[in-house]
């Protein structure tokens, strides 16, 4: 139950997050998740911060919610840089991560069946997956329910 809390707070984290903002070839981050500094940080400087270097510099401190975000952004920077990837492949790729709203419910809708309609038909590994997760939350579902029946009857 544990794990199914999380990956819904993953979720809901992933697509909250915000864009990373380039200004003059260096990256800063303004908003990560409303976090917001007095200065601008470059992504160098924050992939060295730790959680409480942010909340100092923040001013207040940060809510679970927003940790999460932070360390999932980090991560996902570190996993861009590791590909060697640029600075501005990481402001482009860091700006694409919203939610597919259509092939998740594509996948949550058809099921398995899901995400090879979206694979057909856009050929994008971002609407897959989404179409992926609205499968994984239909056996999520279908596996509670199996489990609730057997224990009732």
């Given amino acids: 139950m544990k794990k199914l809390l999380l990956f819904f707070s993953l979720l809901l984290t992933v697509s909250s997050l915000q864009a990373v903002v380039t200004t003059n070839h260096a990256i800063f981050l303004d908003q990560i998740y409303d976090v917001k500094f007095e200065y601008k940080i470059t992504v160098d400087d924050?992939?060295?911060m730790n959680i409480k270097e942010i909340e100092k510099k923040?001013?207040?401190?940060?809510?679970?919610?927003?940790?999460?975000a932070l360390k999932f952004a980090k991560k996902r920077m570190k996993?861009?840089?590791?590909?060697?990837?640029?600075?501005?492949?990481?402001?482009?790729?860091?700006?694409?991560?919203?939610?597919?709203i259509v092939p998740f419910l594509l996948g949550l809708l058809l099921w398995i069946i899901g995400p090879l309609v979206v694979w057909l038909i856009w050929r994008d590994k971002h609407k897959t997956r989404a179409a992926w997760y609205g499968a994984a939350v239909v056996t999520i579902l279908f596996t509670l329910l199996f489990v609730l029946l057997l224990k009732f009857v």
């Fill in 46 to 48: 924050f992939m060295k």
């Fill in 58 to 68: 923040r001013g207040k401190k940060l809510r679970f919610k927003e940790k999460l």
């Fill in 79 to 100: 996993k861009i840089q590791k590909k060697g990837a640029s600075q501005s492949d990481l402001a482009a790729d860091a700006t694409n991560n919203s939610f597919e």
